[in-house]
């Protein structure tokens, strides 16, 4: 439930052990049990479900343990522990602390101001909620079972529950229609190496990732699976030859943000959502179009049907 650092401290509170609840940086003459009492009572108004924290030996005695209802569970050590034991609840923290701290700002106290660190920390553990959203919205854009139900929203949310309390997609636990959704995807086993399994590269803002996803030797299912998530991961420039076989709704933000290269054999091939703002891209290179998409290409570009201008692009397009 801490974190030392040379000129102060932090108290977080956090909910079920994947995201920040509250966080109270404090100077660090401040012991950890007179820090914990702003903290839980603060906790009380933003989250009055919560029952019960864990914490560590630092946070014994009256002072945590009466300021609000919330019972203080003290995790101590094994009474016959000798050398490192994995302590229940205690490693989640410590978890939680690898995973932000894969943050340069976070690595160590480089603020000067509390209300600097206080906004690293929560952007951080923003970037985490961040993914396992990206990883739901994955699942629903492989196979979708419909635009914006109730039951796709439901659904989306029991996913995202689920995956909020796993660490691995193996271990995924929620109702029926969860598991048989990870099961799907999990049934291949060129997937199940690929998102069980720790990753041996990085996404990296300044680094430059070459997939070579081929829907020959992978099958399209598994390459269209693997392309997505490469995809919603990426930070920089996203180039996709075979975008029509990729492209769906969510990569609009692509565009929006101007990150997107891709190549589209027919216009057909995109969702209607989605080719209406391909057709807005400024840059756009016909070459070899059918007719049908030389002519739609020539509206867009605001040339009437029928001049010659319209005409010559057309002609150009085709060709």
Request: net charge positive; proline share 4%; aromatic share 8%.
């Amino acid at each position: 439930m801490r974190q030392h650092h040379v000129a102060r401290e932090k108290a977080f509170v956090y909910y079920s052990g994947k995201r920040i609840a509250i966080v109270d940086p404090h100077p660090a003459s401040v012991q950890d049990r007179d820090g914990a009492v702003p903290l839980l009572q603060e906790s009380r108004g933003l989250y009055p479900f919560i029952e019960r924290v864990f914490a560590d030996t630092a946070y014994a005695g009256e002072r945590a343990a009466n300021a609000t209802r919330v019972v203080v569970e003290i995790v101590r050590k094994l009474p016959d522990q000798v050398g490192f034991v994995v302590l229940p609840k205690r490693c989640v923290v410590e978890r939680f602390f690898a995973w932000i701290n894969r943050n340069r700002r976070l690595a160590k106290d480089f603020e000067g101001a509390v209300a600097s660190a206080t906004a690293f920390l929560y952007a951080a553990s923003a970037m985490l909620l961040m993914r396992r959203l990206a990883r739901a919205e994955l699942f629903y854009t492989i196979s979708p079972q419909g635009d914006n139900t109730l039951t796709v929203r439901n659904g989306r949310r029991a996913l995202l529950k689920a995956l909020l309390k796993a660490d691995r997609l193996d271990r995924v636990k929620g109702d029926e229609e969860v598991k048989a959704l990870i099961d799907d995807r999990l049934v291949s086993p060129v997937l199940r190496r690929v998102l069980c399994n720790p990753t041996n590269f990085s996404f990296n803002p300044n680094s430059v990732i070459l997939a070579k996803v081929s829907r020959t030797e992978l099958g399209d299912f598994n390459a269209l699976v693997l392309g997505l998530l490469l995809m919603s991961h990426a930070k920089g420039q996203v180039v996709v030859s075979d975008f029509g076989f990729y492209g769906r709704d969510i990569h609009s933000r692509l565009i929006r943000e101007e990150r997107l290269i891709a190549g589209v054999n027919f216009l057909s091939e995109l969702p209607e959502k989605l080719r209406r703002t391909v057709l807005l891209i400024n840059e756009k290179i016909p070459s070899g179009t059918t007719v049908e998409d030389a002519e739609e290409l020539a509206r867009y570009e605001r040339l009437a049907k029928g001049a010659n201008g319209f005409l010559d692009f057309v002609a150009k397009a085709i060709a």
